[in-house]
Every structure is written in C-alpha cells, then in structure tokens.
C-alpha cells in the first residue's frame, strides 16, 4: 500500500514541478493569449472573406456548395471560414477550339500547325465525295452559372455538337460548292445551328464566329480539283469583266437614249407651239376679215407682194397696154456695141 501512494503522489508532483518552470520563464496572462487568438481570428476571417475578380472574370459564389451569386470584376467580400466559395470564370477571354489541326507554337513569324487529325476534318458531301474541311470554333462563356453546374465535360460536348453541325451542314451541299462559293454560307449556317443547339442544352456558351480553315479535296483527286476551282476562278473574272462593261456602257446609252427623247420631245413641242400661232394668227386674221373683207383683202395682197418682190434684186414692170416697146433685157450689151459706120 505504501508503495502504491508513492506512485500516485510522483505525478502530482512532476506537474507542479513542470507547471512552475512553464510559468516562471513564460508568465503570459490570460487575456493577452485571449486576444492574440481573437486577433489572429479576425486576420483570417478578414483574409478570407475578401477576394478579386479580375477585369476578364466573373465570380460565382457558393454558400455551402449551393449557388448564391455571380459578382462582376473588382474587390468583393464573402462569407469568411469556408462558408461563402468564390469560383472565378473568365467571361470575357474568347476561347477557341480547333478541328483538323492543332497550333503547336510560332517558328519565326509564322505559326506551325500539327496536321494529324485528318479524322476531325474528313467530311462526307451531299454527292457523295469526300472533302477535307478544317475549321476553327471561337466562343465566350455568357453565363458562368450555367457553365458551371447545368453540363459536365463542356469543351467536349462543345466539340462533339460542333463536328456534328459541320458535318450536317456540308452533307446538304455538293463538293463543288464546298470548294469554292459555298464557304461563307457554310460558316453562317454552322453557327447558327451550333449556337441553338448550346442553347437548348443550357450550357451558357455564346460562340461567336465559326471559320472555315483550308477546305481541300482529298490528295489523290486533288489536282483535278484544283483545275475546277481554277476554272471557276477564271468565270468569275470573266463574269466580273462583263458586268463592268455592262455599267459602263448600258448607262452611257441610256444617257444617249435620254437625250435624244427630250430632244423629239422638245422639237414636238416647238412644231405644237409653232402650230398654235398660225393657227391663233389665222384665226385672228379671218376675224379681220369678217369685220372688214375688203381691206383685208388688199392688206393682205400688198403683204404678199411685198415678201414676193422683196426677193428680187432688180424687178422692171411693164404695163401690158403700151405698144411697141422694145423688150429691155440685154439693154446694157447693145450700149457697149458700136452702131454701124462707126458711129454709137
């Protein structure tokens, strides 16, 4: 029993012991220890309720997992401890997805692309050949929320919807039309369908642009291909060539055209106006000559005879009645002929 007292009385006496060295080099009091906590408590709740969203994010918030907010760029605060989580989205980078290639990098002053995805571009056309088309795909997240928790493994279904649109929409058309004029109808449908496709899934994506890459032939048909493009090249040119020749000379003669019509036309109205005065002069001079018929008849006689005798330069009248008289035509050659014997 003594020893047993013994062994229960030592370690009341080493923790004494320990417990006097403790406070004899440390001899903090309470409250400093209760305020150092409370301070260093405070630093971190303060730490971590403030946050920054940087000028091309957004944040979603979630308090205990469960969505509360998104918050524009600038400083902000949450809920400290783990309560509020702040997830930053970058809204405002466009993002870009590749099919058929892959950039590698920049060798100089030109990129260097990684052609092994021939799978991604081959595509099958509506008359049945085969054209391979590289495209890129350009988008921006419009919703952070939806992007987050409305699909799972986004940038794939991304790829998978816009491979299947791409092809969709180069199956409706011949290979032809691929090749050369149908491009840029191409890119306008794809995105339109690709952009209501995301938008029923709710994945908060806006795309906005799709673009058509290099769209060839495969190689063993390729230089044939080649030729027809070259082909259709040399129509548009041609056609081109037309057109400005048809605005350049269906303008100047319609111009001609013009002019001419509103010369018959002016001369029409000159011969009309011209037409109304005689007839108006007519008209005035029969009502003269009602008035007074026998001197507007002899007015208008001596008016004729005037403009008749007027056009003569010499006019000699002989009155009918007289006889004997010599015709005087020829008068001045008989004056410079000398008379018989000699004399004039």
Do not use: C
């Not at 991304?158 to 058309?173: A, E, L």
């Amino acid at each position: 029993m003594a020893e047993r007292w013994d062994d229960e009385e030592q370690p009341s006496s080493w923790s004494d012991e320990f417990r006097q060295r403790f406070e004899g080099r440390w001899p903090i009091p309470r409250q400093t220890v209760l305020g150092i906590l409370g301070g260093l408590l405070a630093f971190a709740g303060v730490v971590s309720s403030a946050y920054t969203v940087e000028p091309e994010q957004e944040a979603v918030i979630l308090r205990f997992g469960r969505y509360v907010s998104t918050e524009p760029p600038g400083l902000h605060f949450k809920l400290p401890f783990g309560i509020d989580s702040a997830i930053k989205v970058r809204t405002k980078v466009i993002l870009q997805e590749e099919f058929g290639f892959r950039t590698k990098g920049t060798e100089g002053t030109r990129s260097a692309y990684d052609e092994n995805f021939r799978q991604e571009s081959m595509t099958l056309t509506g008359d049945l050949n085969v054209a391979d088309v590289e495209w890129i795909l350009q988008y921006q997240i419009s919703d952070p929320q939806k992007y987050l928790f409305q699909a799972r493994n986004v940038l794939t279904n991304i790829r998978d919807i816009s491979q299947s649109i791409m092809r969709r929409v180069v199956g409706d058309r011949l290979v032809s039309d691929v090749l050369t004029v149908g491009r840029v109808e191409i890119t306008e449908e794809a995105q339109r369908l690709t952009q209501e496709v995301l938008d029923r899934y709710n994945m908060g994506i806006r795309i906005v642009t799709i673009k058509l890459q290099d769209v060839n032939p495969p190689e063993p048909v390729k230089p044939a291909f080649n030729d027809v493009n070259r082909a259709k090249q040399e129509q548009e040119q041609a056609i081109n060539q037309a057109e400005e020749q048809y605005n350049k000379i269906i303008p100047e003669s319609e111009g001609k055209a013009e002019q001419t019509i509103q010369d018959a036309e002016g001369y029409a109205t000159s011969l009309i106006n011209r037409a109304r005065g005689d007839a108006g002069r007519f008209t005035a001079m029969l009502q003269t000559y009602r008035s007074a018929p026998g001197a507007t008849r002899t007015r208008l006689y001596l008016e004729a005879m005037e403009e008749l005798y007027g056009r003569f330069k010499e006019l000699t009248l002989i009155d009918p009645s007289i006889k004997g008289v010599l015709p005087i035509f020829g008068a001045p050659a008989l004056k410079e002929s000398p008379a018989p014997g000699g004399h004039p």
